[in-house]
């Protein structure tokens, strides 16, 4: 079981960049794979990008391609979301969830993940 804390959201002018951070507690995060998710008010929790345990594979959404980078720093239970080039419809709560397996590399949808942050306010202006 591990649980999971966002922070880095905020307010940003468009074509700004932000850095998400997702903290896990548990000492078998490394072998977690780790998804972030966003949601704006009225609408489905959509998928943006994930990492897999190993930190090899990446998966990213076709909005954010180009624009987001996810990683990994075991050593500190961290998974980061860079975000540039941010429009305006990137403003969302930003979530970051782990499937309830070990090993497992889950794809984009939202039932493949178990745990959940609290999530963190991303909102760009113009």
């Known amino acids: 079981q591990i649980q999971l804390v966002e922070s880095g959201g905020g307010l940003v002018q468009a074509g700004g960049s932000l850095r998400l951070s997702c903290v896990a507690s548990?000492?078998?995060?490394?072998?977690?794979?780790i998804g972030w998710f966003r949601q704006t008010p009225g609408k489905e929790r959509e998928f943006v990008a994930s990492i897999t345990w190993t930190g090899r594979i990446t998966n990213y959404v076709d909005a954010v391609k180009g624009r987001a980078t996810i990683s990994r720093d075991n050593a500190r239970n961290t998974v980061y979301l860079q975000m540039n080039s941010l429009k305006l419809e990137d403003t969302a709560v930003y979530y970051c969830?782990?499937?309830?397996?070990?090993?497992?590399?889950?794809?984009?949808?939202?039932?493949?993940?178990?745990?959940w942050g609290q999530g963190t306010q991303v909102t760009v202006s113009s």
């Open positions: 969830a782990a499937p309830q397996d070990l090993f497992v590399s889950p794809g984009d949808r939202r039932e493949e993940f178990y745990y």
């Open positions: 548990g000492r078998t995060f490394s072998n977690y794979a």
